[in-house]
């Protein structure tokens, strides 16, 4: 019922082949129009190799690997509608914060707007997602680490006369090995846990399942190494993620698709990368989600500005997807507390 009025409230400006797919908004806002523009270009992948204050977007076990205090701004730009007296729509931006406490935990705080702008029949619409992330770091071994993380988000969904409210959970796990001049890791993540959605519909109240999904990634590489004399020489990581919706509540088109992804790092801090999407799924249409992805970032070395900081600046290119801008660009600083690998 709450799609179907979604369906015929949107249908003025969302174009047929998207409409086809069935998801709800907040999956755009969390999974297809991702914030971390890293993630976002190489195959829109991440639950294996993603690490820091922005990892938790794909998997919070990553976070564990954050070792200074992070502040950083994600933002996607919005669409034009097109139509008369009606605002750009779908602009989405993303605040995070993130320390080391110690012990190997790690914790962070990141808020997500999705804006549906100011139509018609509306305004103050949207998803805004509250999220607290908490991480902790596991050494097995001098060469190899476990991390698990949890993400405690708070999601708000606004539109028209729909008012949808839930505390929902996402886990994850992630290890890495080390061996000779290479790193190898596995993660798994899984999205939207917890309690149904509490919706409103004017006087109407009741229930719905919140859209679950699943990443599970491999990757391979020496991006993560520090080893004298690789400083000026290129550095390479591959990765392989496969993405599943876990209960096909939504089942009207099943999520499954295989990520690929690739990237070089010259001189430890200039990034380039690409990353492609196969989709699994019969039933929708291969020219809705096979495609390149595409970006490209930077990170400093410690700049002492009266304390010293270290810069990151990234842009990311994820799944064409027709309506939607899926232009990622993020900027984050932090202060170095301690070392990492």
């Known amino acids: ?30 999974h297809l129009r991702i914030s971390d523009p890293y993630t976002a270009a190489l195959g829109m992948s991440g639950a294996a190799y993603r690490e820091g204050l922005l990892a938790p977007y794909t998997n919070p076990a990553g976070l564990a690997r954050l070792d200074r205090i992070e502040i950083g701004y994600s933002r996607i730009p919005s669409v034009e509608t097109g139509y008369e007296n009606d605002e750009d729509i779908y602009g989405q931006n993303t605040f995070s914060i993130g320390a080391l406490l110690g012990y190997g935990i790690v914790a962070g705080l990141s808020y997500m707007n999705f804006d549906m702008g100011e139509i018609s029949n509306s305004d103050n619409t949207g998803v805004r997602q509250y999220t607290l992330s908490i991480a902790k770091l596991h050494t097995l071994s001098e060469n190899q680490f476990v991390s698990i993380g949890i993400n405690v988000k708070r999601l708000e969904y606004l539109y028209n006369i729909l008012d949808e409210n839930s505390y929902l959970f996402d886990i994850g796990f992630q290890t890495n090995i080390k061996f000779s001049e290479n ?27 919140a859209y679950k999904y699943l990443q599970a990634g491999i990757a391979f590489g020496n991006t993560k190494l520090d080893i004298s004399g690789m400083n000026k020489s290129p550095k390479f990581m591959i990765t392989m993620e496969y993405q599943k919706d876990m209960d096909n509540e939504f089942n009207m088109s099943e999520w499954q698709l295989l990520g690929l992804g690739f990237e070089l790092r010259f001189f430890n801090y200039f990034i380039l990368q690409t990353g492609y999407l196969v989709n699994l799924n019969d039933d929708i249409d291969d020219d809705i989600i096979n495609g390149m992805t595409y970006g490209l970032g930077f990170e400093t070395p410690e700049v002492d500005m009266n304390i010293p900081v270290i810069w990151s600046v990234h842009y990311g290119r994820g799944m064409d997807i027709p309506g939607l801008d899926v232009n990622t660009i993020s900027i984050s600083v932090g202060h170095k507390l301690g070392t990492g690998y």
């Not at 003025?12 to 806002?29: G, N, V």
């Not at 999205?191 to 399942?209: C, I, R, Y």
């Open 183 to 209: 790193w190898a890791s596995f993660g798994l993540a899984l999205h939207n846990l917890g309690s149904d959605l509490e919706s409103k519909q004017g006087f109407l109240k009741f229930k719905e399942k």
């Open 1 to 30: 019922m709450r799609l179907m009025i979604v369906f015929l409230l949107l249908l003025s400006f969302i174009p047929a082949d998207l409409l086809a797919q069935s998801y709800p908004l907040y999956f755009y806002a969390q």
